[in-house]
């Protein structure tokens, strides 16, 4: 088999976010990391408020659906959650992939980073008990 897609399982390494004593721990994001003997293929991470706020697939993995395993990772933990809606700011590289998982542009913008002027798409999924399985059939 082909080590890009035998990935051993996508683990959740989210930190707790400091708490007072006798307060329940909790996240400021969740972030699912994808390994390959010890090396990250990729990661995916989601705010509290539905944003998918950092997503990373290495070169050399790319186009073996590890994207999508993070992606269906997220969504499972959104709709556990009760979060309605998903929403990204997608660079022109992951604006097509998330296109493919649903996702639908509502607005361009171009930000300004020193000198550089860098376009990306304001993308959002309303998510629904139906969305996990029609993501997992497409």
Request: charged share 20%; proline share 4%.
């Amino acid at each position: 088999t082909d080590p890009r897609t035998d990935l051993s399982d996508i683990i959740d390494v989210s930190p707790e976010t400091p708490h007072s004593p006798g307060t329940t721990p909790h996240r400021s994001q969740l972030i699912y990391v994808a390994e390959d003997a010890n090396l990250m293929a990729g990661f995916m991470s989601l705010t509290q408020g539905g944003c998918i706020d950092f997503t990373y697939i290495r070169f050399e993995y790319r186009g073996h659906g590890l994207f999508r395993r993070l992606y269906e990772k997220i969504e499972s933990h959104a709709l556990a959650s009760d979060v309605a809606e998903l929403w990204v700011h997608a660079s022109l590289t992951a604006q097509p992939a998330f296109s493919t998982l649903g996702f639908t542009v509502v607005m361009q913008e171009t930000v300004n980073i020193g000198d550089q002027k860098l376009k990306r798409f304001e993308m959002r999924k309303l998510l629904t008990n139906n969305t996990a399985e029609s993501a997992v059939r497409q």
